[in-house]
């Protein structure tokens, strides 16, 4: 049986395309100047609970049929980063990513 020592998961998401890319990118950059194996980043579809869609009445006295819909969606990015050292892991929770993008990390021994 093949076990994974030290393994991360590193979650990347945001409701805008571009931040997501470029706290993706920051994050492989990185990854790649601490020399750690990773592997990633890998674009999650946008189903289930990641979209969601709002449908607000455009005058609500009269029309009562005019509708408009928004939909909110989270682009997600998960980069794997297997034995990761804690001083590494340390070095990856102080990268400066943008404001609207959000960054999880998930242990897993």
């Known amino acids: 049986m ?8 590193i979650t990347v998401y945001g ?3 571009e931040t997501t890319e470029e706290a993706t ?16 980043p890998i674009p999650f579809p946008l189903k289930g609970k ?4 709002v449908t607000v ?11 408009e819909q928004f939909a909110k969606e989270i682009h997600r990015r998960i980069i794997y980063v297997s034995d990761i050292s804690s001083s ?11 404001n609207t993008a959000h960054l999880k990390l998930e242990t897993s021994l």
């Open 88 to 98: 590494a892991l340390e070095a990856l929770e102080k990268v400066k990513i943008p």
């Open 50 to 53: 990641w979209k969601k869609i």
């Open 57 to 67: 009445l455009i005058s609500p006295h009269k029309h009562k049929d005019a509708q």
């Open 25 to 40: 990118r920051l994050m492989t950059e990185k990854i790649s100047q601490l020399k750690l194996n990773f592997s990633g």
């Open 2 to 9: 093949n076990k994974k020592n030290n393994q991360i998961k």
């Open 15 to 17: 409701y805008d395309v």
